[in-house]
């Protein structure tokens, strides 16, 4: 019995570990399931170099395969390394890599090949105001982010206007740093010049809805959403959609779905929402293309450009945290976290029914979002009456058999339990209720 009280220790998670040591970084590997290993380089800051060390050992592993390794998948500063334990020993993983690690040169003089990948981006579309808009009814009513992301942007970063923010956006050259950021091949990227690091909380709670093809900043990281989900990263604009699993444009080369690449630069440039709409339709169906430029990420020039610019990047810096230390202190003398009270009545709650009238219920739990339909509507077996946000999904709340809608117990935006009423359906042949 005593022996089953103690408490076990958990093992280290970090099996190896390499100290910094000249132009190296330090490195270590930690162990990531039954199945993985991490590899992080340096500290948990935003350093290009670490980036490029990453792509010295994957060019590295490219070049001397080991077996028994099955994946690699890039981070900002890590590597998450799959492998088959039955081909290959955990530890004798790490000697191998430990031996690759000493030969990788210095990234000071590394050129990397880039592509430069120009797409359209219409600035504060319909779609990303629209995400926007059913997070505030139907998640938090009330946030910082709130009501306009550019807005918050704008502020929480020190600019004088919203132009500022899009003018940056627009001016930026994003270089990705990894794929899958979110889904289906989303670019995690950095803008190169750090004066075009836009810096942004995340939403909280996540929205349950984005627009695919919507481009949000997160942290000072760019993404684009590759198809129609949750998320967290502000949003500015909507863009082509980067996933093709039909490959109907040739722009998508090598049987890979996926628009982009690592190294790639994207670079924004602005159209209206009606001239999207049409190159997002002809760019999916092949009938429009991209222009991309090839070119070579030189790395030694950008060090020297951070050095000719460091003054006028450390004023950027220091303006963007101030800014960003003022919208904190405001969130916590004004209590930003705490949702304000809705004045808002409730729909009355009596449970009794007439003759001839049955109640549609919630079968789980979820928040209103939409309620197409309105007391006195005639409904058939199988309409739509309410539709709930559960799981990050819509579920429609379908009438069970034909009638009049007698009366709605429920609230757009507010949240429902499972058995809670939420419409009152009446028979054709019974008056509704006023």
């Avoid at 089953?4 to 100290?19: D, S």
């Avoid at 990788?104 to 990397?112: E, P, Q």
């Avoid at 349950?208 to 481009?215: D, L, P, R």
């Amino acid at each position: 019995a005593d022996a089953a009280a103690t408490p076990v220790a958990l093992a280290e998670p970090i099996v190896a570990a390499l100290a910094a040591a000249g132009e190296r970084p330090s490195v270590s590997y930690r162990q990531a399931g039954d199945g993985y290993l991490l590899l992080e380089y340096g500290d948990n800051v935003l350093d290009l170099a670490l980036r490029m060390r990453i792509h010295l050992l994957m060019e590295a592993l490219s070049a001397d395969p080991i077996a028994g390794v099955l994946e690699l998948s890039p981070g900002v500063r890590s590597l998450q390394i799959r492998y088959d334990s039955r081909v290959i020993l955990q530890g004798a993983l790490i000697e191998r890599l430990l031996r690759i690690e000493s030969g990788l040169a210095d990234v000071a003089t590394l050129k990397v090949p880039t592509r430069v990948v120009y797409l359209p981006m219409t600035f504060e579309d319909s779609a990303t105001l629209g995400a926007v808009q059913r997070y505030q009814e139907t998640v938090r009513a009330s946030a910082p982010w709130l009501p306009n992301n550019v807005d918050f942007i704008q502020r929480i970063n020190g600019l004088a206007s919203r132009k500022q923010v899009r003018d940056i956006v627009f001016d930026a050259s994003y270089l990705i740093m990894g794929l899958g950021d979110v889904y289906l091949g989303a670019p995690c990227a950095v803008p190169i010049d750090p004066r075009h690091r836009l810096l942004t909380s995340k939403y909280n709670p996540a929205r349950t809805f984005t627009a695919e093809g919507t481009v949000g900043i997160g942290g000072v990281y760019m993404c684009i959403y590759g198809m129609d989900s949750p998320g967290g990263y502000q949003l500015v604009g909507r863009t082509l959609p980067i996933w093709n699993k039909f490959l109907k444009n040739p722009v998508f080369q090598d049987g890979k779905p996926w628009l982009l690449r690592f190294f790639d630069q994207v670079r924004f440039y602005p159209v209206t929402e009606a001239e999207l709409d049409l190159l997002r339709e002809d760019f999916r169906e092949g009938r429009a293309t991209v222009r991309i430029e090839e070119e070579v990420f030189d790395f030694a020039a950008h060090q020297r450009f951070l050095a000719e610019e460091a003054d006028s990047i450390a004023a950027f810096q220091a303006r963007q945290r101030s800014a960003f230390a003022a919208e904190v202190a405001l969130w916590k003398s004004e209590g930003a976290a705490v949702e304000p009270d809705v004045a808002e009545l409730e729909p009355e709650a009596e449970a009794v029914l007439r003759e001839g009238e049955s109640l549609v219920s919630a079968d789980m739990c979820g928040n209103i979002w939409k309620i197409p339909v309105q007391v006195g509507q005639s409904v058939a077996a199988g309409d739509t009456l309410v539709v709930v946000e559960a799981m990050k999904m819509e579920l429609s709340v379908i009438a069970p058999a034909s009638g009049t809608v007698a009366a709605i117990r429920c609230i757009p935006g507010k949240p429902v339990n499972a058995g809670d009423p939420l419409i009152v359906l009446a028979e054709d042949a019974t008056c509704p209720v006023a």
